[in-house]
């Protein structure tokens, strides 16, 4: 399970990491092998404020990282441009 936001380049990136998985581990190509779980984070869903407004970058990975740490995803994919300098403890 691919934690992803629904961005296009979100999404480019995590259809781009499935790919790579499957190329490394062939067993993975079996349909639904590898979900792409797409995820709305408050980055997405608030968009009269700006980013400094809300607190910053951890606003488009926040969500994924909680799922990540209750097991709803393996592993999530982020832009580096949206992944703030600090990580929650087990990501």
Do not use: N
């Amino acid at each position: 399970r691919i934690g992803t936001r629904g961005s296009p380049l979100a999404l480019a990136q995590a259809y781009l990491t499935r790919k790579l998985l499957i190329e490394k581990y062939p067993e993975l190509s079996e349909e639904g092998a590898i979900e792409i779980c797409v995820m709305k984070t408050q980055g997405d869903m608030i968009l009269d404020k700006s980013l400094m407004e809300l607190g910053g970058k951890g606003l488009f990975t926040k969500e994924l990282d909680t799922a990540l740490l209750g097991d709803e995803v393996d592993i999530c994919v982020h832009s580096m441009k949206d992944v703030p300098t600090w990580l929650p403890d087990g990501t």
